[in-house]
């Protein structure tokens, strides 16, 4: 077994055990949801900036498109802004809310 299918394996478990479940245009998905904060500073004033982001396997991202709904049941809807493969068989969808 090779070490991409033996990651692949990993993410599955961990993905099924602590994974949020979404809605992306209208498929269900398990992703990990977070909105950090980020608070950029524009000279001296402190911004108030979030930036929620579903990070998902690529797989559940190969028909997603900026500007598809996302669902987070608790944490509310979102439009997909930036769509960002990070090479390791995950997609971040940066979003923001709906």
């Given at each position: 077994?090779?070490?991409?299918?033996?990651?692949?394996?990993?993410?599955?478990?961990?993905?099924?055990?602590?994974?949020?479940?979404?809605?992306?245009?209208?498929?269900?998905?398990?992703?990990?949801?977070?909105?950090?904060?980020?608070?950029?500073?524009?000279?001296?004033?402190?911004?108030a900036?979030?930036?929620?982001?579903?990070?998902?396997?690529?797989?559940?991202?190969?028909?997603?498109?900026r500007?598809?709904?996302?669902?987070?049941?608790?944490?509310?809807?979102?439009?997909?802004?930036?769509?960002e493969?990070?090479?390791?068989?995950?997609?971040?969808?940066?979003?923001?809310?709906a």
């Open positions: 077994m090779s070490f991409s299918n033996l990651v692949a394996d990993l993410d599955a478990v961990v993905f099924d055990a602590l994974g949020d479940a979404a809605t992306v245009a209208g498929r269900p998905v398990v992703g990990m949801f977070a909105s950090p904060w980020l608070q950029p500073q524009l000279g001296k004033l402190n911004t900036i979030r930036e929620p982001r579903l990070v998902v396997r690529d797989a559940d991202a190969v028909a997603v498109a500007g598809a709904a996302v669902e987070v049941p608790g944490q509310g809807c979102y439009t997909v802004v930036s769509i493969p990070d090479g390791t068989g995950l997609t971040v969808l940066v979003l923001r809310p």
